[in-house]
């Protein structure tokens, strides 16, 4: 089952970033007779027809009535879900349908008696649909919802008729709780601090003198709250929003009682508090829990005393051992370490059994409950055999990945370097290692490891294996590296000094500072590892630039920008490369490069605003269209002419032109990163953290270094070498994905490993390499260009002048 693209192998600050499987609408999991709606139009738009990507029947369901009055579409999930993704489409049946919901609402019931409405952190209850019959929209549901039964509710302002497809995406809420009561979090004031306000805002149960009950809200929503309570994960939220906190003066202690879907036998409950003590905020000094497995309240408690930390003012999980007492609610009392106690997140482990007997021992010197369970005697054997199995498991994995490991490194392009020249050991004489090592005495295993250590000299490919060459002196522009705009030294990237953090100042960053609380976020464009895109509207940004400066299109004084965002939690690399990022890109100006108009630097999280480019990136735009033809505007279907694509051929040119001329080397051209406004002008940008969508055109080192080996020159591959010429190799690849739609990956035949052996081949140059296919659009010409562009020799190939010359006139014929 595929996760849904978009946030996927973002660090976990929320659950949400993994839990985003497709529950089994459009592959029938979830079946026909849990799908239900308030009315159909007809038979054959029934709801079992609301299937994403599915065409059966009228093509979606469609209710009878007008949406307004409350139509919805009911799916019963079939157990308690993590629900964190919707997508719908319209029906589009083979283009003969254009009905589509512009906006919808949720509902939502765990047990399929009680409603209620979702609403997102803003309190706003309607969701954007969408925009046409054909293309599907994927929205975040940000909370997202722990539920069994779910109803989409389209909502239209005008007399039309409205059908809809969806998919619903999540996992199973295996937590299996289903409600929380807590007292009512509070507001702290300190004087000369903002205010911080504790409450559980999206808490979809009862609020009632004071307290919480009948619900879940902020503590399951899966947000883990950041070491500094007044900082947030969300855009224009308040300071504290991720935190439920109590402060000791008017609370003894704070009582929270958690209601479960059936009887469970618990291990233990985590707790993800708050430990700023400099602002009197401590995790709790000691907690008690009782549990009642049935009607009645079980007297004997279990009670867990903390390690209080006073060095550490990191946020943190406690784990409390629930010694595997059995319940289906539990009553926890928390008592204050400090004046305050906050909670970001609370989750239950439970075992399977449902019922469990246990025998209570008091140990009251410590203040704890341990329970000793009664021994069949069958269970060391059972735990025994378990252990048994896993270690087996774990020496053939590893037998496995050494094997493969070894296979590699032999099998591998073999290369070496004499004197002058690189001779490589593809010929099968030296496919053994011992024959390699009598032909090469000097290159011991000693040598090897020592010449291979890393550092910043350019590698010396005479002593190390290839494999290590390839390993340890890789280049280091790894997912942790956002920047590949990089100075040309004539020499390869080794001999650029890194910036430290420290090195790079607020003075290297020529771009001005612009207030982050006019920024007022719209909605996410994309997501990875360090950090998410957000389309913005940028308050007064016109007069923040200041007359004669080109602006992006404005509505009354604000302007759209997407505003590309630093997890606070970035590690230092990836901190260090977007200041490097926003200091390149401040001094780029060429209308066919993104630009940035402004940053907010002088507070984490680290932003850069750049435009906004209303058509997406180039691969998502061309995958999605069919090249221009009687048919596709007889079916109206999303089309591009071949003038179109040689237009955009010549735009990027025009942009690495100006690169080029600048001594920039880009190092990541391709399709996925060059933009288009909505007059179809393309911009070259990088997106080192929405990298995840096209995390197949990378091919992983180790877990270390990321390669976009589909686009790379082969002298990139095997020696590290990133030049203006190894760009123009990129920019060959990058036109064949222009013309072929972007339908196809680049040797989509070939494995990651078959493309490097096929870089080999590139070199010897023995007519044995493969090469991309002419496309069937491409004319010849074109293609010959394609060619000169993977020259194996650098003179061969052609300059971006010299292609921005020789595409220019293509598109006015
Ligand atoms: N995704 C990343 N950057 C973007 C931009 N500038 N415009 C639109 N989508 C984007």
Redesign the pocket.
């Known amino acids: 089952m595929k996760k849904i693209k978009g946030w996927v192998s973002r660090v976990n600050f929320t659950v949400s970033s993994h839990c985003r499987y497709p529950l089994g609408m459009e592959d029938g999991r979830i079946k026909d007779d849990a799908l239900k709606a308030s009315s159909q139009w007809h038979e054959t738009t029934g709801p079992q027809y609301a299937r994403l990507n599915r065409e059966e029947g009228h093509g979606a369901w469609c209710p009878a009535a007008q949406p307004s009055v409350s139509q919805y579409l009911e799916v019963d999930l079939g157990r308690l879900t993590f629900l964190t993704v919707i997508g719908t489409q319209g029906r589009y049946i083979r283009n003969s349908g254009n009905e589509f919901a512009r906006e919808y609402r949720v509902n939502y019931s765990r047990d399929g008696k009680l409603w209620k409405s979702w609403r997102n952190r803003q309190g706003n209850e309607i969701i954007e649909g969408n925009k046409d019959a054909y293309n599907s929209v994927i929205k975040d549901l940000r909370p997202p919802i722990v539920t069994r039964y779910v109803r989409l509710l389209p909502v239209t302002r005008l007399s039309t008729t409205i059908c809809m497809r969806v998919e619903l995406y999540g996992c199973s809420w295996d937590d299996g709780l289903i409600s929380y009561s807590a007292p009512e979090g509070q507001r702290m004031q300190p004087p000369g601090y903002p205010i911080a306000n504790l409450n559980d805002s999206t808490y979809d149960g009862v609020h009632e003198r004071g307290k919480l009950f009948g619900g879940l809200g902020q503590l399951t929503d899966g947000v883990i709250g950041q070491d500094d309570f007044t900082r947030t994960h969300e855009y224009s939220v308040w300071p504290g929003y991720d935190y439920l906190g109590w402060k000791n003066d008017s609370l003894e202690h704070v009582e929270m009682e958690f209601v479960f879907d059936r009887q469970r036998n618990f291990t233990s409950m985590k707790v993800h508090s708050n430990n700023m003590f400099s602002r009197d905020v401590k995790i709790f000094s000691s907690v008690s829990c009782w549990f009642k497995p049935h009607f009645v309240w079980e007297a004997e408690p279990v009670e867990f005393r903390t390690v209080l930390d006073d060095r550490n003012p990191s946020a943190r999980y406690v784990t409390v051992d629930l010694n595997h007492r059995t319940a289906k609610s539990l009553r926890c009392r928390f008592y204050f370490a400090d004046v305050w106690m906050m909670f970001s997140e609370i989750s239950f482990q439970s075992g399977n059994k449902h019922t469990h007997v246990q025998t209570k021992v008091q140990n009251s010197k410590k203040g704890k409950i341990t329970s000793v369970t009664p021994d069949d005697g069958k269970t060391p054997i059972l735990i025994g055999c378990l252990v048994t199995i896993i270690l087996l498991l774990v020496i053939i994995i590893f037998l496995i990945l050494w094997c493969q490991y070894v296979c590699k490194v032999l099998e591998k392009v073999r290369i070496q370097i004499n004197d002058k020249h690189l001779i490589f050991l593809l010929d099968p004489q030296y496919q053994n290692p011992a024959v390699l090592r009598n032909k090469l005495p000097e290159l011991s295993q000693s040598a090897e490891a020592s010449a291979c250590g890393g550092g910043y000299a350019e590698p010396d490919i005479t002593q190390c294996t290839p494999h290590q060459c390839f390993h340890s002196n890789a280049p280091h522009y790894a997912e942790t590296d956002i920047v590949r705009l990089q100075g040309v030294t004539g020499s390869n990237m080794y001999a650029v000094p890194a910036l430290t953090v420290d090195s790079l100042t607020r003075k290297d960053i020529s771009a001005a500072e612009f207030p982050r609380q006019q920024l007022i976020f719209r909605e996410k464009?994309?997501e990875g590892q360090f950090g998410e895109?957000h389309l913005c509207e940028a308050e007064g940004l016109p007069e923040f630039l200041g007359e004669g400066s080109p602006l992006p299109d404005r509505d009354g004084h604000s302007v759209l920008v997407?505003v590309?965002q630093l997890r606070a939690d970035a590690t230092s690399q990836a901190r260090n490369d977007f200041l490097k990022e926003i200091k390149i890109m401040s001094r780029l100006n060429d209308p066919n490069i993104?630009r940035l108009l402004c940053v907010c630097v002088s507070s984490d999280p680290l932003c850069m605003v750049?435009?906004?480019?209303e058509n997406?990136d180039l691969n998502m735009f061309l995958s999605q269209r069919e090249i221009e033809s009687t048919l596709t505007h007889a079916n109206n279907i999303p089309s591009v002419s071949l003038s179109d694509l040689l237009h955009m051929a010549v735009q990027i040119s025009s942009g690495m032109k100006y690169l080029a001329s600048l001594n920039f080397v880009h190092r990541d051209l391709a399709t996925r990163n060059c933009?288009l406004d909505r007059r179809l002008t393309i911009k070259i940008?990088d997106?080192g953290m929405?990298r995840n969508l096209y995390s197949s055109d990378y091919y992983r080192i180790q877990g270390r270094a990321v390669l976009p080996i589909r686009w790379m020159a082969w002298e990139s591959i095997l020696l590290g070498k990133f030049t203006t010429a190894s760009d123009v190799w990129a920019f060959g690849v990058t036109l064949w994905e222009i013309f072929t739609l972007c339908k196809e990956q680049p040797y989509s035949l070939l494995s990651d490993e078959q493309v490097i052996e096929n870089t080999g081949e590139f070199f010897r140059n023995q007519g044995r390499q493969i090469f991309l296919y002419a496309p069937p659009l491409c004319p010849p010409s074109l293609f010959e260009l394609m060619m000169r562009c993977w020259s194996r020799d650098i003179p061969d190939r052609p300059t971006f002048e010299g292609l921005y010359q020789a595409l220019k006139p293509h598109v006015n014929q």
């Open positions: 464009l994309g895109v997407a590309k993104i750049t435009e906004y480019m997406g933009l940008a997106f929405s």
